[in-house]
């Protein structure tokens, strides 16, 4: 665009997308499952009968309970309904593809045995590493594990959000260190994660921390080839985060997508992406009382197609309990998320975006490597009728219900390369998919 570039060291690595068979794969994903686990989840967003309004992850940044009584949480952690078979098998029942997973919150809690910290859960009574258990699990399921990993500890004692005195950068020095030995750890222990999903990385003392992040980013690449790591790991040399200073995305996907959803194509500029969201307004961790809109399947379902037809993947959050159960809420919007997918989910794995008009009953998405187009239909018109756009050279060909195969639905030309499909039935109640095999025109 005839703009001058930068010269960066610590800047983006890459322009583009990944090639390669592993992010390909992490692409077609589609729908993802999020866990935020760890000591949070006993108090559940509830401290001496008082609630905590922020997200019951964070209770421990609260004036109302003192940091050491939260630490002493490690000594309640004895999750005994804890059964890693089970989250992997809701999971599975969802129709997810991949699971990213907290393997230490902000908190500083460890849900791996690590040697470089005693605020694990080998020193917590249940005593035994959980993230083995659970990555075993998952992948027996064929469920693709991420490890999720705050920079941010709040437990050790060399963290800071900034540095300002000579004592500030000795101490952070140790941390860097520290949180050096802790990825190489987690890579070395766990060796089938596709890859780390860093949070915790917005403070001013990581921020400065360019070419050690940036070295440290190169180690584990080398370290484990393949390995997929987002945008919110490292910021270039000029502080600038997600993207460099010349505007390009570091890391592998742009992580900035929290609870909100991009509404065009424009939005996510050529990049991978996904997009995490809570089932409440804003807790990760377990909240005994959820409070405000809880979404529901339609909307979530709506959420996932959405991504899908923008080339990113949903990633719903799951906080199971302190007792290691899943909340019943969560087991249902699985179950019901299941549902759907298990009739539907042609049209939201290995599926990208279309390239066509957007249109108000719902969402394109496209067979990756193929023609094939599903139509997500979300809001039926009283007319039945749902337009269609094609694009110049194309004409509509077959279309019918990705329930019912076997009977085509009646097309219409409108003109050029529109087109309405007519529905047999308008009573929809649920979501459903369109498929729509498209002709090269004569
Ligand atoms: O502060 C965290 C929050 O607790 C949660 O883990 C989310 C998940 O994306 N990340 C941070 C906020 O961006």
């Known amino acids: 665009d005839g703009q001058e570039k930068l010269q960066l060291k610590h800047g983006s690595h ?124 998952y992948d027996k399921q064929g469920i693709d594990v991420i490890l999720y990993f ?38 070395t222990l766990y060796p089938t994660a596709k890859g780390l999903w860093f949070d915790g990385t917005w403070d001013k003392s990581w921020v400065k921390q360019a070419a050690f992040a940036d070295e440290l980013e190169t180690e584990m690449r080398k370290l484990r080839p393949g390995l997929i790591i987002g945008s919110r790991f490292r910021a270039d040399e000029n502080g600038k985060r997600h ?12 992580q900035g997508w929290e609870r909100k959803i991009p509404n065009k194509i424009e939005d996510v500029h050529g990049n991978d992406w996904d997009c995490v969201m809570t089932v409440p307004e804003n807790q990760w961790g377990y909240n005994k009382a959820w409070k405000g809109h809880i979404k529901t399947t339609n909307e979530l379902l709506e959420m996932t197609a959405k991504c899908v037809s923008l080339g990113g993947n949903f990633v719903l959050n799951f906080g199971p309990q302190g007792d290691g159960a899943i909340r019943k809420e969560e087991k249902q919007l699985a179950a019901q998320i299941g549902d759907w997918m298990k009739t ?85 109640g649920k979501p459903f998919v369109v498929v729509l095999e498209p002709n090269a025109k004569k």
């Open 14 to 137: 890459r322009v583009g997308k990944r090639t390669d068979a592993v992010m390909a794969k992490w692409r077609g994903y589609g729908l993802g499952q999020f866990i935020h686990w760890g000591l949070y989840a006993i108090p559940g967003g509830e401290w001496n009968g008082k609630q905590y309004n922020g997200a019951a992850e964070w209770i421990r940044s609260w004036n109302g309970i003192p940091k050491s009584t939260y630490d002493s949480l490690i000594y309640k952690f004895n999750p005994v309904n804890f059964n890693a078979e089970e989250w992997a098998a809701t999971a599975k029942q969802m129709g997810a593809k991949y699971v990213t997973i907290t393997t230490k919150h902000h908190d500083g809690f460890c849900l791996w045995p690590s040697k470089y910290t005693n605020y694990t859960v080998a020193n917590s009574p249940w005593k035994k590493d959980i993230m083995k258990p659970l990555i075993d699990a």
């Open 150 to 187: 705050s920079v941010m500890d709040w437990n050790h004692p060399g963290w800071r959000y900034d540095i300002k005195t000579k004592e500030d950068s000795i101490a952070f020095e140790g941390f860097k260190q520290f949180t050096r030995n802790q990825l190489l750890e987690l890579l």
């Open 243 to 254: 993207f460099d200073s010349n505007g390009v995305l570091m890391g592998d996907y742009e």
């Open 344 to 428: 539907n989910n042609e049209a939201i794995y290995n599926c990208e975006y279309a390239g066509l008009e957007k249109q108000d009953w719902g969402y394109f998405t496209k067979k990756t490597g193929s023609d094939k187009l599903y139509m997500i239909v979300f809001n039926v018109p009283v007319s039945g009728a749902l337009k269609v756009k094609l694009p110049a050279n194309t004409s509509i060909g077959k279309s019918y219900l990705l329930a019912q195969p076997a009977q085509l639905l009646n097309t219409e030309e409108i003109s050029g390369t529109e087109y309405f499909i007519h529905l047999k039935n308008t009573a929809a």
